[in-house]
């Protein structure tokens, strides 16, 4: 049986009309030249007024290299009691813009070739965000195409989860993986202030994200969850971690940063005092 169809828990994140604020984050962008063709990437889950944009402008790049028919969304863990990676197998996913279909068939394809690897949950991804800030987003710039669920819990099993999907699905199948992770979250309310307020620790801040986005430049699948876990710098290093090494295992030896910004770049106040980091990777 399928799942019913997931309601929004987190409304909040993009609110107004989806479809022109959409338009809004990629008028005028230009997809970079490289990578000629995207096989995973990274997006941000804030609210859309501080990383909507650079959400955005990786699933129109996805869109303008390969329009895929199914993307395979890699979300974070915000919540106690998903210890392994869990599906969303079936129904759909409803948004302001329409609902997104869950590629029933390949979930349920993928569920029973890992059976003691991957769960099979609705009832856990009812309130996380982190996949659901992305599905207007897809809804308005790939619209058509389906998604398959899966939220992935840091651990030492993230990057080999990401190897057994790029075993499972086949390189000429018209997919792509895209792991859900915002960055580094510095400041008192966050319990992470090394450098204090303002300049110092903007900069501490930013750097540390820089650390985060080298690795995924480097294609380091097996280095980013505990890169993580030492710096605080992505609360979705499972997915993370799943995405590069999906990517390395299909021959990617390179990640490109599409666009980094913070919380406080985009909504400054007079001293820097806390900031969340946002990257788009493309692999």
Do not use: K
Request: aromatic share 8%.
């Amino acid at each position: 049986m399928s799942a019913p169809e997931r309601l929004p828990a987190a409304a909040a994140f993009y609110r107004g009309d989806v479809a022109s604020q959409a338009a809004r984050f990629v008028h005028g962008f230009t997809p970079p030249p490289e990578p000629a063709r995207v096989t995973a990437a990274a997006v941000p889950h804030a609210g859309w007024m501080f990383s909507g944009r650079v959400a955005a402008r990786v699933f129109e790049t996805i869109r303008a290299r390969n329009a895929p028919a199914t993307l395979v969304l890699l979300g974070a863990v915000h919540h106690w009691g998903v210890r392994r990676p869990t599906l969303y197998e079936g129904g759909a996913w409803r948004t302001p813009a329409g609902p997104v279909a869950v590629d029933a068939a390949r979930s349920a394809r993928l569920a029973a070739a890992l059976p003691d690897f991957l769960a099979v949950d609705a009832v856990v991804h009812a309130e996380e965000h982190s996949l659901e800030v992305q599905c207007p987003l897809i809804r308005v710039l790939l619209p058509g195409t389906a998604i398959v669920p899966i939220l992935v819990p840091p651990g030492a099993h993230a990057a080999d989860f990401g190897a057994r999907l790029a075993a499972l699905i086949e390189p000429d199948e018209p997919v792509v993986v895209v792991a859900s992770t915002d960055l580094t979250h510095y400041g008192a309310s966050y319990g992470l202030e090394p450098a204090g307020e303002g300049p110092d620790g903007q900069q501490w801040m930013e750097e540390n994200d820089r650390r985060m986005l080298d690795l995924c430049c480097a294609v380091d699948a097996d280095a980013i969850g505990p890169e993580a876990a030492h710096r605080s710098n992505a609360c979705g290093a499972g997915a993370l971690a799943a995405a590069a090494a999906f990517a390395r295992a299909r021959g990617v030896t390179r990640g490109h940063v599409l666009e980094y910004t913070t919380s406080y770049r985009e909504r400054p106040d007079p001293v820097f005092r806390m900031g969340v980091g946002y990257g788009g990777v493309l692999w």
